[in-house]
């Protein structure tokens, strides 16, 4: 089982390099640490899963999607909280996410104040 160990680290998945530099330069002009990744099995192979104290990914990503990265994380014991950020959502996206955990589904483009207001809240679970 992966145990968090809360060292405030925001992990950002997304295949997009510019909303990847987007959310990190958000995340960094309040002080929050990130680490970019361009996918899901990116994000896994780096081995920093119990540094994360939060997850931020896109849904829709070549190879594994979002959600297919939170059902393996979940299968895991990870306990990361995730905030999903995507421009292709439905309701029964955002209730299979919210139902599997995540603490937050946000539409792009989203409010940097909704999104800092998720982070703040999983960083300080």
Same mark, same amino acid.
């Not at 309040?30 to 920093?48: D, H, K, T, Y």
């Not at 299968?75 to 995730?82: D, H, K, L, Q, Y």
């Given at each position: 089982? %992966? ?7 925001? +992990? ?9 530099? +987007? $959310?990190?330069?958000?995340?960094? @002009? #309040?002080? !929050? %640490?990130?680490?970019? =990744?361009?996918?899901?099995?990116? *994000?896994?192979? @780096?081995?920093?899963? %119990? ?7 896109? !849904? ?15 299968? /895991? &014991?990870?306990? $990361?909280? #995730? !905030? =999903?950020?995507? +421009?292709?959502? %439905? ?5 299979? +996410? ?6 937050? *589904?946000?539409?792009?483009? *989203? ?5 800092? &207001? ?5 960083? /300080?679970?």
């Amino acid at each position: 089982m %992966n145990v968090k160990t809360n060292t405030g680290l925001v +992990a950002i998945v997304d295949d997009d390099e510019s909303m990847r530099a +987007a $959310i990190e330069d958000l995340l960094s @002009s #309040v002080g !929050i %640490n990130a680490r970019s =990744f361009v996918s899901a099995e990116e *994000f896994l192979l @780096s081995g920093v899963q %119990n540094e994360i104290a939060c997850l931020i990914s896109d !849904i829709r990503m070549p190879g594994m999607t979002g959600l297919e990265l939170q059902a393996k994380l979940v299968a /895991e &014991g990870s306990r $990361i909280p #995730v !905030i =999903f950020v995507t +421009a292709h959502g %439905n309701t029964r996206m955002r209730m299979q +996410a919210l139902n599997a955990g995540a603490i937050e *589904f946000l539409g792009k483009p *989203f409010d940097d104040e909704s999104l800092l &207001g998720s982070v703040r809240a999983a960083l /300080e679970s």
